[in-house]
C-alpha cells in the first residue's frame, strides 16, 4: 500500500468493519422479516363473541400473515368438543383460552399442553402463571359480594353473610353449575378458618344455592334477595346502566378466575400459537383486557371504571393442582351441605 500513511490503512479496516456490520444488520433484518409467523391459527374459547373477535383483531394487528378462526362456546361444552376430537385422533385447535385454570390443569396432567418456555412472564406476580408455563392467566375475574341498595345493612366482608341481617336474604351459583363457584369454594375453604363449617353456616343462616352467576345478578338486582355472591364485572357493568346493585371486595380477599391462555400439543403451528401468547401477555395484550372491562392480570394495568384501586383488593391464594385433585370432593361436599 505504498503512498498510504498509517492513518489512512486504519480508516480503511474501520470503513470496512462498518460495511461488514452493515451487511449482517441486513442479513439479520431479512431472516426476522423470513421468521415472521404466518399460516392458520384454530382458537376454542369461552370468551364472549365480540371479546374473542377483539383479541383476533388486535393480535393480528401485530401479524397480519396469520389467519386466526375461532370457535367460541362454555368451557363445559369446549372441553366436551376436544374430548370428541381427542378420542377421534384429530384435535383441531391450536390455542385454548377457556374460563378456569384448574380446568387446564386437567389438560396438562393428561400432556395435552405445549410449554411455551421463551414466555416473558417476568412482569407477573410469582404463581400467577403455570410454573411449566404450560399456561398462562390472561385476566383476574374475581367473586365478591353483591347487594341491592334497598338493603340497610351493607356487608364488608365474608363473615358479614353469616349475621342476621343477611339470614335468608343471600344467593350464590352453585359449584355444581359454575366453575368460577368451584373455584371461588374451593379458595374460600383453603383460606377461610374453619374451611367447609363456613359455608355450613351460610346454609344455617338459610342461604340459597344454585344456577350460574347470571342467576345471582338477576336475583340481586329485581330484589328478589338482597344480597349475593358473584363475579365482580356482572354487578359493576348493570351499576353503571342504572341498576340498583352495588358489589364488594370483601376484606379477607376474593377468589379468582384467570381465564387462562395455552397452547394445545397437537398445534399443527407452533410458532403463531406461541406468538399469540406471546400478545396477550404482552402490555398492548393486557391493555384490550381492561379495554373490553376486565382486571388485566398484568399489574401495571389500570383497573376499569367502577373499580377501586388494584392495591385495596386482596386476591386470596389458590393452588389449581390441588383444586383439580380435590375436585369431585368438593362438588360432593357442597352438594351435601346444600342438599343438591
Known amino acids: 500500500m505504498a503512498g498510504l500513511t498509517n492513518s489512512d490503512v486504519m480508516g480503511m479496516k ?23 409467523v404466518g399460516g392458520k391459527l384454530v382458537l376454542y374459547t ?5 371479546d374473542a373477535q377483539q383479541t ?8 397480519p400473515k396469520v389467519d386466526v378462526t375461532f370457535v367460541r362456546d362454555g368451557t363445559p361444552r369446549i372441553l366436551a368438543k376436544l374430548r370428541a376430537e381427542f378420542e ?21 396432567k393428561e400432556d ?17 402463571h403455570d410454573p411449566q408455563k404450560q399456561w398462562f392467566a390472561t385476566k383476574l375475574i374475581t ?3 353483591a347487594y341491592n341498595t334497598r338493603a340497610t345493612f351493607k356487608p364488608a366482608s365474608w363473615a358479614d353473610l353469616l349475621k342476621t341481617e343477611v339470614k335468608g336474604q343471600l344467593v350464590m351459583p352453585s359449584p355444581l353449575n359454575s366453575g368460577a363457584a368451584l373455584i371461588h369454594a374451593a379458595t374460600l375453604t383453603g383460606n377461610l378458618e374453619g374451611g367447609w363449617k363456613y359455608y355450613e353456616s351460610l346454609k344455617d343462616n338459610n342461604a340459597m344455592a344454585g344456577g350460574g352467576n347470571g342467576d345471582v345478578l338477576k336475583s340481586v338486582a329485581g330484589g328478589e334477595k338482597l344480597y349475593g355472591v358473584i363475579v365482580d364485572y356482572m354487578p359493576i357493568r348493570e351499576k353503571a346502566k342504572g341498576a340498583p346493585i352495588e358489589f364488594v371486595f370483601p376484606k379477607e380477599g376474593v377468589s379468582a378466575v384467570t381465564e387462562p391462555v395455552a397452547i394445545l400439543k397437537a398445534t399443527k403451528n407452533p410458532e403463531a400459537a406461541k406468538a399469540f401468547i406471546d400478545f396477550i401477555l404482552s402490555k398492548d395484550g393486557q391493555d384490550l383486557a381492561l379495554k373490553q372491562g376486565y382486571i388485566a392480570a398484568l399489574p401495571s ?3 376499569p371504571p367502577g ?12 393452588d389449581a393442582a390441588r383444586a383439580l385433585a380435590d375436585e369431585q370432593k368438593n362438588k360432593t361436599t357442597f352438594a351435601d351441605i346444600f342438599g343438591q
Open 14 to 36: 474501520s470503513m470496512k468493519r462498518l460495511v461488514l456490520a452493515a451487511i449482517g444488520v441486513g442479513f439479520l433484518s431479512s431472516a426476522a422479516l423470513a421468521q415472521e
Open 46 to 50: 369461552s370468551q364472549p363473541n365480540t
Open 56 to 63: 383476533i383483531d388486535a393480535f393480528r394487528a401485530k401479524h
Open 88 to 108: 377421534a385422533g384429530q384435535p383441531q385447535a391450536d390455542v385454548l383460552l377457556i374460563a378456569d385454570s384448574v380446568t387446564m390443569e386437567g389438560l396438562k
Open 112 to 128: 395435552r399442553l405445549l410449554a411455551h418456555e421463551g414466555a416473558d412472564t417476568s412482569a407477573y406476580p410469582a404463581g400467577l
Open 143 to 145: 367473586t365478591g359480594i
Open 301 to 303: 394495568v389500570a383497573l
Open 307 to 318: 373499580y377501586p384501586a388494584r392495591d385495596t383488593i386482596k386476591v386470596m391464594s389458590f
